[in-house]
């Protein structure tokens, strides 16, 4: 059974920096793909960015130039480098994971595994 465990959530000034860690367990695939989302009081769990175990990577809009998403495979460890944090960045944060050779979804349906969640908060 694969598992997920966020943590480095925290409060922040805008324009300051976080990192989140993700900690996996349970993995016997050698193809996956592993993502961050983020969810806002009262609205929908939003794509931020993924990679697959090839290290491609994909960002969404609102997030690309100032974060960056890593993985340290000898660690089982998924990483999302967040700077320069905006107010409208405040949300829960999960990690999601699915065993894929696709191209890793940008979608929550198209993830298998999640984390429990760690907060974000950005404040002006």
């Not at 860690?21 to 769990?45: D, E, I, N």
């Not at 999302?80 to 699915?98: G, I, R």
């Not at 050779?101 to 429990?116: A, D, E, R, S």
Request: glycine share 10%.
């Amino acid at each position: 059974q694969v598992q997920l465990m966020e943590s480095g959530g925290g409060s922040v000034q805008a324009g300051g920096s976080l990192r989140l860690s993700c900690a996996a367990s349970g993995y016997t695939s050698r193809a996956y793909c592993m993502g961050w989302f983020r969810q806002a009081p009262g609205l929908a769990r939003v794509w931020v960015a993924d990679i697959a175990s090839t290290g491609r990577t994909t960002y969404a809009d609102s997030v690309k130039g100032r974060f960056t998403i890593s993985k340290d495979n000898a660690k089982n460890t998924l990483y999302l480098q967040m700077n320069s944090l905006k107010p409208e960045d405040t949300a829960m944060y999960y990690c999601a994971a699915v065993e894929t050779f696709m191209l890793c979804p940008q979608t929550t349906y198209g993830y298998k595994y999640w984390g429990q969640g760690t907060q974000v908060t950005s404040s002006s």
